[in-house]
């Protein structure tokens, strides 16, 4: 899967330069600023509510995340219906993935890693999780064993997010593509016409087949029955995929053709994208290290990032801030702390004081800077438990018989 | 405590593996070997015992003709130009428990040695039979590269065979060959035991400002050291507290101790009186709450992943 952030280094073209550029939105490139209201309206998905967030409430009996709370995933496709199901004890299993392109991986990375652990608590349910990297070998031109490589990294620091070993399978399309999994890729390539990739993808005459034949590959693990060593006996099953908006081609896609060949369609909640540190017209990429944080800073390096490269919304002068205030709208640091500072009412005491001009931008920086220090250290630590033997574990096609407890 | 000759004759000898054995005076070089077995049915192997400045460990496996060129083999990883040489002596001893001179594919048969990546010469392949040592200098076996194979697979090793004189370009758009043979954790020195942090071993993509380059030299245990060097305020924990229930409860311990010593002050209980209890009680569950649970994730998973490498590695029960 391409990564969730905005814009991202998939992106192949060089962008123009110029001002209003048309949004882009696809899953290897994302650029522009992006209206999401009109890009819910765009894709045909629907806005994540309060009535729902108080749903999951109810139905879990923990608090709903954070990201919940602030709109971070704010959109879905037939949510409503996997809360219905699993009101009545029908049960449901995530699906998410990533494309391992680079061994660095960054907050934005995490987000949605971060959000499908506390899917997985909350729920109790099994989750796959998908490691692209013949993707990343066609679309970076990687080599196989490169790819290969890169994915049990990856891997490494996936399960650092706390995932529960004995509800959740990781595997690599090289590994595992083939038996029952390949049998649905091609009942899904069947309905798929050249003409409808062209136009969900954008692919040209120039692109290859790989890139042209990969869509079926991360749209099966929507369905139980590519996975016979978990899932045999409940093909009734249904997915819920957590993943961000970019990713909405492949899933519609993908729900186009489920009832065709006999199959639920796979629920979805999406997320925004995650801002970089220079705001909303920077580029997050990876050739620019102080475009984010990444979960291998040292805790100077996350302040040095902080205090030199984030984009703030504060006025120029202290005296000016007292008098105007600073602009949360475009403010990074404010935007950061929405995603990753739990407390509720930190965070409106924060946004109100700053707003009014009573805090300093200064004040702020240093309140994210412990946030995300903390949140690194916490992942790096995790992170350094995870030995070769733990990655083989969780990619071991083998039972898992405590799945739903 | 590492495998001796006669321990892995006769795990050869229950593979089936076919192999000659040839016994001679303890030798130290190739020229030497080939005094005694220079004309039995077999190829020399030269075998080099190399490492990277990041500490991981490389055996290079060739026919003893084969040109092996350490500047296009460091470039070929990955590791730019000049990112391997010879690994010392002591690591000869502590990592593949073999003497000096000894050098062989056999000594992956050592748990010292997992983190070892072995790149053989595709020239083996050609050849009847290639000669190695059986861990000791005293003693040279010739082999089909097949049945090395088969050693290798049983205990647990993909074989590898690489193109040794290969010299493709590496640049920006031909990635380096052989990346994929770099292990992914590398190994202290002295303390074998003790698995340095997967994290520490970073890419060279990476700009990692700080990390001064004593920090990567140093033999030091990489935990505590590195830490310092890095300039962390927060000392990173070993992993051994995950799988050690005692030391798993000492940290839970620890924590809520801490907590709870900083929430009774003399402003606390003027403040809550006879009601500090549920307080503290309700603070320390907050504020705890998640930070257990993320320890007790790893520390399931932790002993899944042992449990798992015992169920993968059981011998069958003697019928």
């Not at chain 1, 123009?16 to 650029?31: C, I, K, L, M």
């Not at chain 1, 008098?323 to 924060?350: C, M, Q, R, T």
């Not at chain 2, 005076?25 to 990041?54: C, H, I, R």
Request: hydrophobic share 40%; with cysteine.
């Amino acid at each position: 899967m391409a990564d969730a952030v905005s814009p991202t280094a998939a992106a192949e073209e060089e962008k123009v330069d110029g001002v209003a550029e048309e949004e882009v939105v696809n899953p290897w490139e994302v650029s522009g600023k992006i209206d999401y209201d009109k890009l819910i309206d765009k894709f045909g998905c629907q806005r994540l509510d309060d009535s729902l967030i108080d749903r999951v409430r109810r139905l879990t009996s923990v608090p709903p995340h954070v990201f919940l709370r602030r709109g971070v995933f704010f959109a879905h496709r037939d949510f409503n219906d996997i809360l219905d199901a699993y009101e009545k004890g029908d049960k449901f299993y995530l699906y998410t993935g990533r494309g391992p392109s680079s061994e660095a991986l960054h907050l934005g990375h995490l987000i949605p890693f971060m959000f499908t652990k506390y899917l997985q608590d909350a729920f109790k349910v099994p989750l796959v999780i998908q490691l692209t990297d013949d993707e990343k070998c066609m679309w970076k031109n990687l080599t196989v064993e490169e790819s290969q490589r890169l994915a049990r990294e990856n891997a490494k620091d996936i399960i650092a997010c706390g995932f529960d070993v004995s509800r959740t399978f990781i595997f690599s399309d090289f590994d595992y593509v083939g038996g029952a999994f390949y049998k649905n890729m091609v009942k899904v390539a069947k309905c798929v016409t050249y003409n409808k990739v062209v136009g969900i993808f954008g692919f040209t005459g120039e692109d290859h087949i790989g890139k042209v034949s990969f869509p079926p590959v991360q749209a099966v693990p929507s369905f139980p029955s590519s996975f016979p060593h978990l899932f045999t006996g409940k093909e009734n099953l249904r997915c819920l995929i957590p993943c961000a908006i970019d990713q909405d081609p492949y899933f519609r896609m993908t729900r186009d053709v489920a009832p065709r060949i006999g199959y639920h369609k796979p629920a979805l909640i999406e997320s925004l994208f995650f801002p970089a540190l220079q705001g909303e017209n920077g580029k997050m990429s990876a050739s620019d290290p102080n475009s984010a944080i990444y979960v291998t800073d040292s805790p100077k390096e996350i302040k040095d990032k902080i205090n030199k490269y984030a984009f703030t919304g504060g006025q120029d002068t202290k005296e000016k801030q007292r008098l105007y205030g600073a602009n949360l709208e475009v403010d990074i640091p404010v935007k950061y702390l929405s995603f990753f500072l739990d407390d509720d009412e930190e965070l409106e005491h924060i946004k109100k004081e700053y707003g009014s001009g009573r805090m300093l931008t200064f004040d702020v920086k240093k309140r994210l800077i412990e946030v995300l220090t903390e949140l690194v250290e916490r992942h790096r630590r995790a992170r350094a438990a995870v030995t070769d033997e733990m990655v083989d574990a969780f990619m071991a096609v083998r039972p898992l018989p405590n799945m739903f407890n | 405590m590492g495998y001796t000759k006669e321990q892995l004759l006769s795990r050869l000898q229950e593979l089936r593996v076919d192999f000659t054995k040839y016994e001679h005076p303890a030798v130290l070089t190739v020229e030497a070997q080939a005094m005694y077995v220079g004309n039995v049915e077999g190829a020399l192997s030269k075998n080099l015992f190399l490492k990277d400045k990041k500490q991981r460990f490389y055996i290079v496996s060739a026919l003893a003709n084969t040109n092996v060129d350490l500047k296009v083999l460091s470039q070929r990883l990955g590791l730019g130009k000049g990112g391997v040489r010879m690994a010392p002596e002591e690591a000869l001893g502590e990592i593949l428990q073999v003497p000096l001179g000894c050098v062989t594919p056999f000594a992956v048969i050592n748990e010292s040695a997992r983190h070892v990546s072995l790149l053989l010469d595709q020239g083996f392949k050609s050849q009847k039979r290639c000669i190695f040592h059986p861990l000791s200098n005293d003693t040279s076996i010739a082999l089909s590269a097949n049945d090395l194979d088969n050693f290798l697979r049983s205990v647990g090793r993909d074989p590898l065979y690489v193109d040794l004189e290969a010299n493709p370009k590496v640049g920006k758009d031909q990635p380096p060959d052989l990346a994929a043979l770099v292990p992914s954790d590398s190994i202290d020195l002295p303390e074998i035991s003790k698995k340095a942090p997967s994290s520490q071993s970073s890419v060279e993509k990476k700009i990692s400002a700080d990390v001064k380059p004593n920090a990567v030299k140093a033999k030091a245990v990489k935990t505590t050291d590195a830490v310092k060097t890095k300039d962390k305020t927060a000392i990173l924990q070993p992993p051994v507290s995950f799988s050690d229930p005692g030391q798993f409860v000492e940290e839970i311990l620890d924590k809520t101790s801490a907590l709870l010593l900083s929430e009774i002050t003399e402003e606390s209980i003027q403040q809550h009186g006879g009601n500090l209890g549920v307080f503290v009680s309700d603070n320390i569950r907050k504020r705890l709450s998640s930070k257990l649970k993320n320890l007790a994730i790893i520390f399931k998973n932790t002993s899944y992943t042992e449990g798992f490498h015992a169920g993968t590695h059981h011998q069958p029960r003697r019928q």
